[in-house]
């Protein structure tokens, strides 16, 4: 690998990477086994990924959920100062990124890139309608304010999570068929809402045939500069695991699933080797948020697994189980390989980094939350932690800060969907919870009222985040004001 790595920084340093950015949706830190050495989900591919590049231990998602994640990865701004200020979007929902604003996709675009999104949206589109009700959807007509509208050339696949209605394939702005019949499913793993399906739409086939469309486009690119953003629709609901699959992971529908998964991994890195195009090709894969509990934690913890690893909480919380989200990264040409970072970094930091990467100005009304890693991938050396404090948000609206070691959470449990929930904590129980997670990663010991000093630091730099409309240096901004902004009640 080493001496592949000198061979191709010499020959391919001149031109601009390719970027593909592969975001699962819903899979836990813990169900890597090349971060959690007691996963019983053996992840081949992501492992092989981990040994060719850097992994990173203490790397957060923004939001705890799907659409507030994805908000910040592309714009690099924090998700709630966008209108969405708690929950997420559906399958019919209206565009949440504001028009103008400049995406990873529209960098990317302007030097010079083939920009792709393949797979789930999940940030709302205009679709026409024919009627004031929400499902009256006029499907014959052009869908505006899609991907297409924020960086990207082509865009194919759903408009929402695989559970949500509608269910058909979108190719830039129109769907692929006009929906002929009204599906769903209620088993537990395998849920999906009642909805308008297309005919030439089977929710077991979406992954395979994104996955394939992925593969086409790689090779369809492979003469120039490329961006592919791959969310994939997996492992989350419906868990359809294909045959192939089936059994294969020992623990149950879930790990066969991410191990369907591991395998999407590996069919890109192998794609990149036969192109002769990898040592160029940075390949990023994270996820949205943590594991969600219709992976059913109990049913694998009889097989001695935990998708939060040895974290609390799962998707939705505000606690470290909700947003610390397994991130790789490999670059031949520039990363060194076998690397294992601890430094404290956030999915928004992607818009930054990609910036400077291409010597990209940013504006000052663009990235407002976004530090460029860049150092870290390059083992720079750098006096101090790349970012300053990181803030955290959960399906309630809920807020925390992290700075170093203490993480101050603005609310008196979860914020989410683990105990206890928000309206069900203990009577008596602190309004704040303040975690030191050098010794208590756990988030077990509440110390707010021992450390007043540290609760006074970070809700005042967590105010001056939200006052100033950023938390990077520039020109003030403003947030997007919303009707309701819950996760503010303690200001």
């Known amino acids: 690998m080493g001496t592949n790595h000198k061979q191709g920084a010499s020959e391919n340093l001149q031109k601009k990477p390719n970027i593909i950015y592969i975001l699962a949706d819903d899979m836990g830190y813990g169900d890597l086994s090349c971060l959690n050495l007691n996963s019983k989900i053996q992840t081949v591919h992501l492992d092989r990924m981990a040994n060719e590049g850097i992994s990173f231990t203490d790397a957060h998602s923004s939001s705890a959920v799907c659409t507030p994640s994805r908000y910040s ?21 209206t565009h949440l990124i504001e ?42 007509q052009p869908i505006k304010r899609g991907p297409n509208d924020y960086g ?8 929402a999570s695989l559970d949500m209605p509608p269910y058909v394939y979108i190719e830039n702005d129109r ?61 989350h609901t419906p868990i359809l695991p294909t045959e192939e699959f089936l059994g294969k992971s020992g623990t149950n529908d879930y790990g066969d699933f991410v191990l369907m998964c591991d395998d999407v991994i590996g069919q890109i890195l192998n794609k990149l080797d036969e192109l002769n195009i990898a040592n160029n090709t940075i390949v990023i894969y994270t996820s949205d ?53 601890d430094e404290t970094v956030c999915l928004v930091d992607l818009m930054a980094t990609v910036a400077e990467l291409l010597s990209f100005s940013l504006p000052e009304h663009a990235g407002e939350d976004s530090v460029s890693n860049l150092s870290i991938w390059f083992m720079e050396e750098h006096d101090k932690p790349v970012r300053e404090a990181m803030v955290h948000h959960s399906i309630d609206g809920s807020f925390s800060i992290r700075k170093g070691r203490w993480k101050l959470e603005l609310c008196p449990g979860s914020g989410g969907w683990s105990s206890p929930r928000p ?35 970070l809700k005042s730099l967590l105010t001056r985040y939200i006052e ?12 997007s004001e919303a009707e309701v902004w819950p996760g503010l009640h303690w200001l």
């Open 73 to 93: 990865i592309l714009t690099g701004r924090y998700n709630w100062r966008s209108s969405l200020k708690r929950g997420v979007l559906d399958g019919y929902s």
């Open 99 to 140: 028009e103008g604003r400049l995406t990873v996709a529209s960098i990317l675009q302007e030097s010079g890139y083939k920009t792709s999104c393949i797979g789930k949206w999940h940030l709302g589109m205009d679709w026409s309608k024919n009627g004031d009700g929400p499902g009256d959807i006029d499907f014959s």
């Open 152 to 159: 990207f050339d082509t865009f194919f696949g759903i408009s």
């Open 175 to 235: 769907v692929t068929q006009i929906p002929d019949r009204i599906t769903k499913n209620d088993g537990s793993k395998t849920f999906w809402r009642e909805g308008p399906t297309a005919a030439n739409f089977k929710h077991e086939e979406v992954m395979p045939l994104l996955t394939q469309l992925t593969l086409d486009t790689i090779e369809a690119h492979q003469d120039e500069p490329f961006f592919i953003y791959f969310p994939l629709p997996a492992p």
């Open 289 to 341: 948020n943590g594991c969600s509990p219709r992976a059913d934690y109990e049913e694998l913890a009889a097989v001695g697994h935990n998708p939060s690893y040895h974290f609390r909480g799962h998707k939705a919380d505000i606690y470290e189980g909700g947003h610390r989200v397994p991130l790789l990264i490999r670059w031949p040409d520039r990363i060194q390989p076998n690397r294992l970072s």
């Open 423 to 457: 309206g069900q904590e203990p009577e008596g129980a602190p309004a704040f919870q303040l975690y030191d997670l050098n010794v208590d990663v756990g988030e077990t010991d509440n110390v707010v009222n021992d450390r007043p000093e540290i609760v006074a630091e």
């Open 468 to 479: 100033k409309g950023r938390s990077t240096p520039g020109a003030k901004q403003s947030n």
